[in-house]
């Protein structure tokens, strides 16, 4: 890889900013300071450092978001504050992307990253890759609810759904859910509620796959997936 290109990817600067370290001896490919912005390098097994500091190439980024209310998933939009304008300079470098959606008004485990190839594994309908989400229900949630969702209910334009695990954390004039689901409609879990007559007044999700939210992160905040976390979702196959 050419040094101005892994550089410049690493969020060092654009093209221009980066011959101009280079000019300033700011930049040493294994202990030797380097002025050539064409030089190729291999920065698996290079020590490429800029102003002392070594410069770690990582190709992909995958980022555990709380996603807060009001807030869209995608990465640009012309009237809302969207996910990506929620990370960091550099985190926003590597052009990555929420990797499915929730709504507006929904909170919780949002996975951001550029690895598309993750991204479709996790989205993918042949994987059937189950999601929780915790909800708060305007009525009475029952176990004729259970069964209906265990059946799969018909949502609005006629699609039945797969099977659902529903599990009532408190039955009252609001009541208390966790729902687990394996496909990703629009809107699903509020079609589904109001399949049966009712109402989600709060959707917040919980897991996909084996990503499970960080429940430190404050709404609005994210972190980098652990090796284990990202190990787990990676072998989403087996």
Known sequence: MRL???????????????????????????GIVVKDAAMHVKPE?????VFGERVHYTEFIYLMMNKPPGVISATEDLHDKTVIDLLDPLAQHFKPFPVGRLDKDTEGLLLIT???????NLLSPKKHVPKTYYARIDGVVTEADIEAFKNGVVLDDGYKTKPGELVILKSDTVSEIELTIREGKFHQVKRMFEAV??????????????????????????????????????????
């Open 114 to 120: 550029n690895d598309g190839q993750l991204s479709h």
């Open 197 to 238: 007559d009712k109402k989600v007044v709060y959707l917040k999700r919980l897991s996909m796959g084996s990503l499970k939210l960080d429940e430190t992160l404050e709404l609005g905040d994210y972190r980098e997936l652990t090796e284990e976390e990202l190990a787990a979702s990676k072998n989403i196959n087996q």
């Open 4 to 30: 101005d290109k892994l550089l410049g990817n690493m969020g060092y600067g654009s093209r221009k900013e980066v011959k101009l370290l280079l000019k300033q001896k700011a930049v040493t490919v294994d």
């Open 45 to 49: 097994v290079q020590h490429v450092s």
